[in-house]
């Protein structure tokens, strides 16, 4: 009797799978929306590719109006690896592909920070203003999943 007790319980954890949170996920507001989209590595359960896009409403002096100012992180290398529902991303970018320098001298790079649970993702960002997003465009929010 132990031992089926105990072949159960070893069957039941080790067919126990772990959150997959693959697909679009949306934060949004009155005068803003980010997308979240998230592709499992082939392989690896708990690694994922990962890009934002996103927009924000803000005035702009210089057009003396409101003006919807547009943002984006894509890039191929850009993955994370969900450990105990949390993951961080810091961007090893140096350049961009004109060969510009990225970040000035000492700046730390963008960091962005996730806190996964079945039905949200909140995220964090440090230091990724105006690197990746618009005038105003912050990717920071609960993001819900949506497909």
Same mark, same amino acid.
């Given at each position: 009797?132990?031992?089926? /007790?105990?072949? /159960?319980?070893? $069957?039941?954890?080790?067919?126990?799978? %772990?959150?997959? !949170?693959?697909? &679009?996920?949306?934060?949004?507001?009155?005068?803003?929306?980010?997308?979240? &989209?998230?592709?499992? $590595?082939?392989?690896?359960?708990?690694? !994922?590719?990962? %890009?934002?896009?996103?927009?924000?409403?803000? +005035?702009?002096?210089?057009?003396?109006?409101?003006?919807?100012?547009?943002?984006?992180?894509?890039?191929?290398?850009? &993955?994370?690896?969900?450990?105990?529902?949390?993951?961080?991303?810091?961007?090893?970018?140096?350049? &961009?592909?004109?060969?510009?320098?990225? +970040?000035?001298?000492?700046?730390?790079?963008?960091?962005?920070?996730?806190?996964? %649970? @079945?039905? %949200?993702?909140?995220?964090?960002?440090? @230091?990724?203003?105006? $690197? !990746?997003?618009?005038? =105003?465009?912050?990717?920071? =929010?609960? +993001?819900?999943?949506?497909?």
């Amino acid at each position: 009797m132990k031992n089926a /007790i105990l072949l /159960i319980l070893t $069957i039941f954890l080790s067919s126990k799978q %772990s959150t997959d !949170y693959s697909g &679009t996920w949306i934060s949004s507001g009155n005068n803003f929306e980010n997308t979240l &989209t998230l592709e499992k $590595i082939e392989g690896d359960l708990k690694i !994922y590719k990962f %890009s934002f896009d996103g927009w924000r409403k803000s +005035y702009d002096h210089f057009a003396r109006d409101t003006t919807k100012f547009l943002g984006q992180i894509n890039d191929k290398e850009f &993955t994370i690896e969900v450990k105990d529902s949390y993951a961080e991303f810091t961007d090893s970018k140096e350049k &961009t592909i004109g060969g510009s320098s990225l +970040y000035r001298e000492g700046e730390d790079p963008c960091k962005i920070l996730f806190k996964f %649970s @079945n039905n %949200s993702i909140i995220v964090k960002t440090e @230091n990724c203003h105006l $690197i !990746y997003g618009g005038f =105003g465009v912050l990717f920071d =929010g609960m +993001y819900k999943k949506i497909k």
